[in-house]
């Protein structure tokens, strides 16, 4: 028997002010094990979904919510111990060190933290573990954020523009870790910049006006034709 979707949503709409939609008619379907990018011009609603996933943004409805077929809500306590995000910036927990945040998380999801190592020294963080995340540059906050979601291993992870202040190496090993997440979940994430999506991702969603406009699968995902879809959404 086949295994339904990780989460299918479906008619999703949703918006800040009444009236005036961020997302709508949005409709998805999440595989377990798979990589998903998305990507779009400022506005199309990349980050509004990721909120909304992570149960944080109030003003919305979907006809249908389903997780692994069965009914659900994003703020459904199971559903919320098979998620963790990695936000664009986060600048909550500023006064616990990283280690500090990892005990906090593990406690939180009810699991014993792992070894770390191999990770903070992927990411080149072992000198600031000790340092409370207020005294971080924005990009070792987001290694922070980011050893955190991969020693978890949740299901369903949600980074939103998680290059964002790495530097090179450090963004070439994200890479890599997001290609390989299929072993462990799904990942979905967000990005400006078209070299993370077309290395890493199974499928590539291209959003416009909060609907998905195109879906690039598999041998479809190539940078010249995105960038090509992404130009014809620039003047329609």
Not at 93 to 106: A, D, G, H, N, P
Not at 203 to 227: C, H, P, S
């Amino acid at each position: 028997m086949n295994r339904p979707p990780l989460l299918s949503i479906q008619n999703l709409r949703a918006w800040y002010r009444p009236g005036k939609h961020i997302l709508t008619d949005f409709s998805i379907e999440i595989n377990a094990h798979e990589a998903i990018g998305l990507i779009g011009l400022n506005g199309a609603g990349k980050t509004t979904f990721l909120n909304l996933l992570s149960g944080l943004h109030p003003h919305f409805h979907a006809d249908r919510i389903l997780v692994d077929g069965c009914e659900s809500t994003f703020r459904n306590p199971d559903f919320k111990l098979r998620r963790y995000t990695v936000f664009a910036e986060d600048h909550s927990f500023q006064y616990f060190t990283f280690w500090e945040y990892l005990s906090y998380v593990f406690a939180a999801y009810g699991q014993k933290i792992p070894d770390v190592s191999c990770l903070v020294e992927g990411f080149h963080f072992g000198e600031y573990t000790d340092m409370l995340l207020k005294d971080l540059s924005m990009g070792n906050q987001k290694k922070a954020f980011l050893i955190t979601a991969f020693t978890l291993k949740p299901e369903l992870l949600l980074l939103d523009e998680p290059v964002n202040g790495l530097d090179f190496a450090s963004t070439e090993y994200l890479y890599q870790l997001i290609a390989g997440y299929k072993e462990h979940g799904t990942v979905l994430f967000s990005s400006h910049i078209l070299e993370s999506v077309t290395l890493t991702s199974d499928r590539v969603l291209i959003l416009e006006n909060g609907k998905i406009r195109k879906n690039f699968e598999q041998e479809e995902i190539d940078t010249a034709k995105i960038r090509e879809a992404l130009h014809e959404e620039t003047h329609l």
